[in-house]
């Protein structure tokens, strides 16, 4: 059975820590959401053994959602003005499990997976290829994470899906928070005021959150 085409875009997402679980249970009633169901995510990252990936702040993940896999390469991202809402281009394969289980043993590269794709994603490709600068990458730890989706409604934008993740880190490290995906247009403003009037209706103190691969980077054992 053939693997589907990779699917590109430009993710955009608004990103927020909270302090505990029970804040993000808080805000999913505050929402008003309907709960779409929640899932087990593990990832693992990619990159050299001197970290060129991290360094150009570039990311390659394998993740296993319950079963479903994919592979993913990531582009810088770059922040707004509060350091809330991040975008970046990326490239995404849905993968079989043996696919996956080559990549992760290192019999197979994971930039390959997106061979069939696009110009604009062989473009994405081949950037991180031009980082790596032929140096090979291989499995660098892993962190998993329970995603709790809720369909929100917002208005003026529409029907929008809220992520709860609560993650844990190689370290121990345990984070909450909360991310919403935009499409391409969509009017942030009336997004971060809907969110802002969530956090205040559950008395949820919020901050900006880093990308889960720079948190994952941090908290890797110092050689």
């Not at 490290?173 to 009037?197: F, Y």
Request: overall charge negative; glycine content about 8%; hydrophobic content about 40%.
């Amino acid at each position: 059975m053939n693997e589907p085409e990779s699917c590109y875009g430009q993710e955009i997402e608004l990103k927020l820590r909270v302090p505990s679980a029970e804040a993000l249970r808080a805000i999913a009633t505050a929402s008003g959401g309907a709960s779409l169901g929640a899932v087990q995510q593990r990832n693992w990252l990619f990159d050299t053994a001197d970290h060129r990936l991290q360094q150009a702040r570039f990311a390659v993940r394998v993740r296993d959602e319950s079963g479903q896999f994919s592979v993913t390469a990531k582009a810088p991202e770059t922040l707004d003005a509060d350091g809330v809402i991040a975008s970046r281009a990326e490239a995404e394969t849905e993968i079989m499990r043996e696919t996956a289980d080559r990549l992760l043993d290192g019999s197979a590269c994971p930039l390959d997976s997106h061979r069939t794709s696009g110009p604009e994603c062989a473009a994405l490709v081949q950037r991180v290829r031009a980082v790596l600068d032929g140096a090979p990458m291989r499995v660098i730890g892993s962190f998993d994470n329970v995603r709790d989706r809720w369909g929100v409604q917002i208005p003026g934008v529409g029907s929008l899906v809220l992520e709860l993740d609560t993650t844990t880190f190689p370290n121990g490290q345990v984070d909450h928070e909360l991310e919403l995906e935009m499409p391409e247009g969509t009017n942030a403003d009336l997004v971060r005021r809907a969110i802002d009037s969530w956090l205040i209706s559950a008395g949820v103190a919020a901050s900006p959150s880093s990308s889960k691969a720079g948190r994952f980077y941090a908290a890797l054992p110092r050689s």
